[in-house]
């Protein structure tokens, strides 16, 4: 079965520094796929980043960054220079292939409150 | 503009009152899910379809239905709701690359 662990309930950052939500998952899988989401207060899922199981190269997208570690199953965000507006939740997700329902497993979230 | 709508997005119903949430996509995409989403757990998917007249279960489909009649479209039906159904639901679809999941706007239920 597949498993998603966000060891960070909830985190302070300030404003300006980079901040790192780890994510950790477990997969037999030898094709899926990473994802992170944004959710603000106001309850919509936001796409953040995508990383495949085959990328060689980690995903950036703006001020995020997945530090992907293949042999470690880690698939971290790292979101560079914070801003007031990141406060929000922030969930990890694995995706299984088409063949396995495209189902995304999510993991339980992280709470990010930047601070000015 | 890409959309994903769901409806209502807010809703307080009585336990055993049979409600439906819709949730259409502009996107022509084949694959269509829906997600409950609850407090430490995440979000769970609840039912897909992979395509008009195909559906499955997710992981959590007890008490509630889906139909796929037409590519747009994927109601989620509760027959009979009960409390322990109260959660922020939402539909989700993927783009042909399956490198992002589009998420509708996401509907509060609260069953009483």
């Known amino acids: 079965a597949q498993k998603i662990t966000q060891t960070q309930p909830g985190m302070f950052v300030q404003e300006k520094e980079a901040v790192t939500l780890d994510c950790t998952y477990d997969?037999?899988?030898?094709?899926?796929?990473l994802f992170w989401y944004k959710q603000p207060s106001s309850g919509e899922m936001i796409f953040l980043i995508y990383?495949?199981?085959?990328?060689?190269q980690n995903a950036t997208e703006g001020r995020y960054s997945l530090n992907f570690q293949k042999a470690r199953k880690s698939a971290n965000l790292v979101i560079s220079a914070s801003q007031l507006g990141d406060s929000a939740m922030y969930f990890c997700?694995?995706?299984?292939?088409?063949?396995?329902?495209?189902?995304?497993?999510f993991g339980g979230g992280t709470r990010v409150l930047v601070k000015p | 503009e890409a959309q994903v709508t769901q409806n209502p997005r807010y809703l307080i119903t009585v336990t055993g009152k049979k409600l439906t949430v819709t949730c259409s996509q502009n996107?022509?995409?084949?694959?269509m899910s829906w997600y409950r989403q609850d407090p430490g757990l995440g979000l769970r998917q609840i039912y897909y379809?992979?395509?008009?007249?195909?559906?499955d279960k997710g992981d959590v489909p007890e008490g509630y239905k889906v139909s796929r009649k037409e590519k747009r479209n994927f109601p989620l039906i509760l027959e009979s709701p009960s409390p322990n159904q109260t959660s922020l639901y939402f539909c989700?679809?993927?783009?042909?690359?399956?490198?992002?999941?589009?998420f509708g706007q996401g509907t509060r239920l609260t069953v009483v």
């Open positions: 997700a694995m995706r299984r292939s088409r063949g396995a329902g495209n189902k995304l497993t």
């Open positions: 997969t037999s899988d030898q094709s899926y796929g």
């Open positions: 990383q495949g199981s085959y990328d060689e």
């Open positions: 996107m022509n995409h084949e694959y």
């Open positions: 379809s992979m395509n008009v007249e195909v559906t």
């Open positions: 989700a679809t993927w783009g042909p690359l399956d490198t992002e999941a589009f």
